[in-house]
Each structure stands twice: as C-alpha cells, then as structure tokens.
C-alpha cells in the first residue's frame, strides 16, 4: 500500500472536484427543499465514467475499485453534494451482482449501473430486525418456476428514484429448518410492491421509504447468485458499504472545514481575524488531524477490500466508517460554533448539514454495533448480544 495516490488516481480527484464544484452546495440544497433529486449531476457522472468506475470495463466499468469509487463519493462530498445512491447503487448493488450474478445478470444489470442509466437502491434493514441479518422476516418461497417474496422494509434509500431494489429475503432450508438470506433483483414497479415515503428532518435529495412486499411474484433469474450462499454474498456488499460511508463522511467533513476556515480568515474582530486566537484555531486544528486519520483508515480499507482480503478489509472498514462519522459531526458542529449565529442561517450553507452529518453515526450500522464488532473480533471480548 502507496500513501501516494497514482497519478490516474490524482486525476479521477481532480476531474470529479471540477464536476462537483460546478453543481455545488447551493444546487444540492435547492433539489433537497424542492423534494427533487439531483438528475443532471448523477446522469453526468454516469457519462463521465465516475459511477461505475469500480466495475469492469467488460460491463461499462472503469476496471478499478473501492479505492477510485471512495474518490469519487468523497469528492462530490468535499464540493457539497454528496451522493448517497452512490453508497447503495455501484458499491452494494454493483459489487454484489459482479461477484456473484450470471454473466447474463451482469450484462442487464452492471452497464446501467455504471453510466448511472440504471440505478438499484438496496433493502435488507426491517422494522423489528434492524440490519440484523439472522431475525429478517421477508421470506421467499418457490412457486413453481417462480419466486414469490413477502415481508416489510425501513428505511430504504432512493426507491423513486431506482429502477430496482436488491431485496434481502430468506428462505426455508427443508433440512435444516434454518432461514438464510437470498438476495433478489425487484423492479420498483413490481405488482405487489408498495411503498410509502417517511418523514425524515433531513435536507437532502435522498428520500427514505417503507417498503411492503406481498406475495411479488418474480422470475427464477431474479435470484442473485444461490439460495445456499447464505451469510458470505450478503456481506460481499456490507465492506463496500462502509468504506463509502466512510467518504460520504469524510466529504462533509472537508466541505464545512473549508467553510468555517475561510470564514475565520476572513472574520475580523478588533483588527484581527479570529481565525488567530486559539479557541476558534486548536479545535478546528484537531478536526484536520482526525478527518486525516479517518481517510488514511478509509484507504487502507479500500486497499485490502481491493486486494481480495475480506477478513482484514472488514475491520478497517468499520474502523473508517466510525471515525469519519465522528469527525464529521464534531466538524459540522465546530464549523456552526466558529461562525456563531451566522453558521445558522442559510447564507453560510452550515447548519443544514447538522441532521445529514448524523447519518453517518446511524447507518447503515450504528456506532455502537460498530464498537461490538471491534470488541468482539478484534480485542476478543465477549460477544455481548
């Protein structure tokens, strides 16, 4: 593992910061409060190759991985749009299906998602389980030919906005008598699947949902991979999700440190600027300090997930995640406090990030699951649940 990026890689981080900056933070905010997503910029990060630049290039990818897509979410972050589908649609969805679909699956599936033409949102999280993947309830069973999927999602990121939801089900092995996750591709306008919007006090062009599943019929072909998978192709996903919370974290992190340094620059109180005195600079300082370790943990779980080491890449994913969030919500609280009553108006494009820079902390595992893993398999303490 290089601490210096390639020179292909310094170029993905220029060429995206130029995308990100020409939308920006007042073009993300304006689509959030008018209940719109941010079309023009997803559709033309698809053009540009940004979106699917973890997937092969046989399938429309870019041929790289983990590494370029946390460029990639990271700098949109960093110029105030961060794009959460980017979380769900190439690095959940995507890394799932070229693991583990049929050739045929990767050709309908992987190029759509790459060019941002198609976008699959993900549905494991349930109202009485949580992400806990051993109490899901939606089951699926044989009908024939057929599958047929019943059962309740929460909190299911952009399903106006997908084509399709990866649904995380479980079936019932005859001999065992044990449920185990399968995960199918369900087109969001499948007869039997409902969904209602929640309510979130969140500015943000990603809408959550509730999903209700009865009796949807689907397709033997809708199946990824194999019912007797169980646990391994569901977690394919869940590394690849952490490294990108870990840059949708540390892309906010970075936008309001930007914010909040220019303004103590620039605010001058009694002919200095306040940026000078040590209570506005020293904790503005330690936020630098841990934003970087949190992105240094953030590429060396992309390095060892690229590398094909699941086991290593799976504690320095959770590791990522949790300090990106932390250090996200002290920089947007820190940025707030710097600025006073401005970092709470609308001018200064602060204070609406205080709700967003809390997701982080809560999904898609919360901190406190994450401290349990880290416990459990990496001080080895007892399992505590």
Not at 14 to 42: F, I, N, P, S
Not at 116 to 123: D, W, Y
Not at 150 to 159: A, D, H, P
Not at 249 to 262: D, M, T, W, Y
Request: aromatic share 8%; net charge negative; hydrophobic share 45%.
């Amino acid at each position: 593992m290089s601490f210096n990026e390639t020179e292909e890689q310094k170029a993905l981080r220029a060429a995206v910061a130029e995308l990100g900056k020409r939308y920006g933070y007042d073009y993300y905010v304006r689509k959030a409060r008018a209940g719109e997503y941010c079309d023009e910029l997803w559709q033309e990060a698809g053009k540009q190759g940004f979106l699917g630049v973890n997937l092969p290039e046989e399938y429309g990818g870019g041929g790289a991985g983990m590494t370029e897509l946390a460029i990639v979410l990271e700098e949109l972050g960093a110029a105030g749009c961060p794009l959460l589908m980017m979380v769900v649609s190439p690095a959940i969805c995507g890394t799932v299906i070229n693991r583990f679909g049929t050739d045929e699956q990767k050709q309908r599936y992987l190029p759509g998602i790459a060019d941002g033409s198609f976008t699959m949102a993900f549905g494991i999280t349930e109202p009485d389980a949580g992400s806990n993947s051993h109490r899901l309830t939606t089951t699926a069973r044989r009908d024939g030919t057929e599958w047929v999927l019943s059962g309740r999602k929460v909190f299911i990121s952009g399903v106006d906005v997908a084509d399709a939801v990866l649904i995380v089900g479980r079936t019932e092995d005859a001999k065992s008598g044990k449920l185990k996750p399968v995960l199918f591709v369900v087109p969001t306008d499948a007869k039997g699947l409902e969904r209602k919007q929640i309510d979130m006090e969140l500015v943000s062009v990603d809408r959550q949902f509730m999903l209700f599943l009865d009796d949807v019929h689907l397709p033997a072909d809708a199946l990824i991979g194999t019912e007797d998978a169980g646990l391994m192709q569901l977690f394919a996903g869940l590394n690849p999700e952490r490294v990108m919370a870990s840059a949708f974290s540390s892309g906010i992190a970075r936008h309001v440190l930007e914010k909040a340094v220019r303004y103590v620059n620039d605010r001058t109180v009694w002919k200095t600027p306040i940026g000078a005195h040590q209570g506005i600079a020293h904790p503005l300082a330690q936020i630098k300090i841990e934003l970087e370790l949190a992105r240094l943990m953030m590429r060396k779980a992309a390095f060892l997930y690229d590398s094909g080491d699941d086991m290593g890449a799976g504690e320095a994913a959770n590791m990522a995640k949790y300090a990106a969030a932390e250090v996200a919500v002290r920089a947007v609280d820190q940025a707030v406090q710097s600025m006073g009553g401005n970092g709470m108006t609308a001018e200064y494009g602060v204070a609406s990030l205080i709700a967003a820079s809390r997701v982080g902390r809560i999904a898609p595992v919360s901190r406190e699951m994450i401290l349990n893993f880290i416990a459990q398999f990496s001080l080895g303490l007892p399992k505590s649940y």
